[in-house]
């Protein structure tokens, strides 16, 4: 031990004394120190400068007509990317952003289509809908990341668009609904009237029906009977004529009603034809996953995501179709239509669950756990499965859920017209018998027999009242004409808002990094002390002279000796580096301590590999450890996640000492749970205590071989000490 101490004061004061060696251990402690904080800096916050990034934007869209109103969806994305910063959004014309993007001078361009706004609402206007198009270009030559991050704005851009779409249809269709609903409430309130005068009519009837039988009885007070009828008449026709004109009201009210159910029964069956268009898009991005771990390729989380987002997308149209269904529902209280609001709640349920599923695959590629075929199968089984009901739904919707849509509308505007014809009879009827009355008046010798012709056609009179009466009572049976004002009612903003985003996102951050460049530091800490190991063995020898005493130094001890004086300059050098990380660049850290400390011990760690490798390989030692280096850069997640890289990569990141020293550095930046950082600093320390024991029990045998084959390469003059 003694030796040891010996070996380690010399070289110290070799150090001190030697003005040269002093410069260039200053420069081994600084250099990697820069090489770390110049790496930090400049990835601070690279995303926050994507708005220097220039994408062209063109927009052809014309527009379209819907309801009589003018539509220009491509407008309106122009004027959102106007307002957002994220991307440097460049509004030209198509020959510049072709141009622009081939030269380089855009990174990309997005050209909206000329028939944009049409063909995305060709849903509720053509029976075969078109999807609408964007047109994205992508200039992937000038720069490996750029097209990464431009795909991800314009991903952004689409769910913008299709969100903004879901909101206009909805919007759409109530509002159109909403117009016809304030009209409703207006016939309402004339109908509710009406049916309150039918107890003043009803008891008119049989009271005027008595009179003129008894007239026709009575033929000697002719003349007073005659006068009691005609002053009932007046009062009838007054009545018969409010009713006429109210039952016009209301006829053309439902024969407008009636088309737009059949609109909304046509947009019901398209939701279902999509839902089915989107739940096979995600089958087939499971068949890939599939094929993907059947090949031994690893499943990216980009590709489980893809399948996810078609599910959703899904979801949401289902849950469209549900709301509105459960509307109709109330209006129609058809056990069919009932039955099959649960079916299409049933796969709701399925899809949700295939959602659920989905977040377990991701979070095991996250632990870089292996994904079993046999789950995937069952997924693509389940999924499969919806879109078989998915595809009987639309049939039912179309051949027993619509016409029951249809019938309901129908009988709707056959009870109104009877209504109207009714009492369009019974006032025709009227001045008839007012003439009879008349003329029974004048000719008071034929009385009798006029009045009984007045009491043959009276009860004909009096059953077509009865029957308008009836039909008008039954519009409002059961209540469903304030079921149907209720689904008008709605409020068509609050309404599509929610269908449109149906899902509020509540992002909680564990263990937030406000920056980039803090996220980053842990990786760049721990390159930087490997690469200050290498330069350190690069430029001082391993070797350790005799003394002047010419006492003998074992193996053992020269090993020993010389690691404490490179493990002196490591400590230094990880303090240098960490603090200067903290307190230069404001790098965020919990426990600012801690990331000391534990930068301090890899940086010792680190200097034991290499000086290991150095100590007993020589030259080759040291581009043994470059080459560790280069696996590791790949292979320990500091980056990105290990889980994303090839599975030769995967396997080897457990035996990098890279990643327990990003670990544990990450640890005392984000927040310490200490029984994962004690297990990064347990497993760093089983790579010093192998490289020790390696140095101990190989180092003699190693370097006499070693010697011989130096010597054999000396020969050719190229190879040097």
Do not use: C
Not at 81 to 102: C, H, M, P, Y
């Amino acid at each position: 031990m003694n030796t040891i101490i010996r070996i380690y004061k010399r070289d110290i004061r070799r150090i001190l004394k030697n003005s040269v060696l002093l410069i260039i251990t200053a420069g081994l402690i600084i250099i990697p120190a820069l090489y770390a904080w110049i790496s930090i800096n400049a990835n601070w916050d690279p995303y926050g400068n994507t708005k220097n990034l220039l994408v062209a934007v063109v927009n052809n869209d014309k527009g379209t007509q819907i309801k009589n109103t003018h539509v220009n969806f491509g407008a309106e994305i122009i004027e959102k990317l106007r307002k957002n910063q994220s991307i440097g959004w460049t509004f030209v014309d198509q020959e510049e952003a072709k141009r622009g993007v081939q030269y380089g001078k855009y990174y990309a361009s997005i050209i909206i289509s000329e028939d944009f706004s049409s063909d995305l609402l060709s849903i509720l206007t053509q029976d075969q809908p078109h999807k609408a198009k964007l047109i994205y270009s992508v200039n992937e030559k000038v720069n490996a990341i750029t097209p990464k991050i431009t795909k991800s704005g314009l991903t952004s851009l689409q769910n913008e668009i299709v969100t903004s779409f879901t909101q206009e249809v909805t919007n759409t269709v109530l509002l159109y609904l909403d117009a016809y609903g304030e009209e409703f409430e207006q016939f309402k309130d004339k109908m509710d009237n009406m049916l309150s005068q039918t107890g003043e009519l009803e008891s008119i009837l049989p009271d005027m029906g008595k009179k003129i039988n008894l007239a026709s009885q009575l033929s000697s007070d002719i003349h007073q009977s005659v006068q009691n009828i005609q002053k009932s008449i007046p009062v009838m026709t007054n009545m018969l004529n409010q009713y006429t004109e109210m039952a016009k009201a209301n006829n053309n009210y439902i024969s407008r009603l009636n088309g737009q159910m059949k609109d909304i029964s046509r947009v019901i069956n398209t939701n279902l034809t999509n839902a089915q268009a989107k739940t096979d898009n995600a089958v087939a991005g499971l068949k890939n996953v599939n094929s993907t771990i059947i090949t031994g390729d690893q499943v990216s989380g980009q590709d489980i995501q893809w399948v996810s987002d078609k599910l959703q997308d899904a979801l949401t149209i289902l849950t469209n179709n549900v709301y509105v269904l459960k509307s109709m529902d109330n209006v129609l209280n058809s056990n069919i239509l009932s039955g099959f609001i649960d079916d299409q709640q049933g796969m709701i349920t399925k899809l949700q669950q295939g959602v659920e599923n989905l977040k377990l695959l991701t979070h095991e590629i996250n632990l870089g756990q292996k994904i079993s075929t046999d789950t995937v199968n069952d997924m693509i089984q389940s999924l499969g499965n919806v879109s078989k009901l998915l595809n009987g739904a639309e049939k039912t919707f179309n051949n027993n859920i619509s016409p029951v849509i249809n019938n309901f509308s129908e009988n709707l505007m056959a009870t109104s017209d009877n209504s109207l014809l009714l009492f369009q009879n019974a006032k025709d009827n009227l001045p008839l018998m007012s003439s009879i009355l008349q003329d029974t008046e004048i000719a008071t010798g034929l009385g009798s027999t006029q009045l009984k012709k007045v009491n043959d056609r009276f009860p004909a009179v009096q059953q077509d009242l009865q029957n308008a009466i009836s039909k008008v009572k039954n519009l409002n049976n059961n209540g469903r004409l304030n079921s149907l004002m209720d689904l008008l009612r709605k409020d068509p903003q609050a309404v599509s808002n929610f269908l449109s985003n149906p899902i509020e996102l509540q992002q909680e951050r564990i263990y937030p990094f406000p920056n980039y460049g803090s996220a980053m530091t842990p990786f760049y800490t721990t390159l930087a002390l490997w690469v200050s190991a290498i330069v350190l063995l690069s430029l001082l020898s391993v070797k350790v002279d005799p003394f002047e005493n010419g006492a003998e130094i074992q193996a053992k001890e020269q090993f020993f000796g010389r690691f404490l004086t490179f493990a002196t300059i490591a400590i230094v050098q990880a303090l240098v580096v960490s603090a200067g990380n903290l307190f230069l660049l404001k790098a965020y850290a919990v426990s600012p301590v801690i990331f000391l400390l534990f930068s301090v011990y890899t940086g010792i760690i680190f200097n034991m590999i290499v000086y290991t490798l150095v100590s007993i390989l020589g030259n080759v030692g040291k581009a043994l450890a470059l080459i560790i280096m280069v696996l590791q850069v790949s292979a320990s997640g500091g980056t990105f996640p290990v889980q994303l890289t090839p599975r030769f990569f995967q396997n080897i990141s457990p035996m990098l000492p890279f990643t327990y020293a990003i670990g544990g550095m990450r640890e005392a930046q984000g927040g310490i749970i200490w029984s994962i950082l004690m297990k990064n600093a347990a497993m760093l320390s089983v790579f010093f205590f192998i490289s020790m024991i390696l140095a101990i029990f190989f180092k003699e045998k190693v370097n006499k071989i070693m010697e011989r084959f130096i010597n054999k390469a000396k020969v050719s003059g190229l190879i040097g000490d």
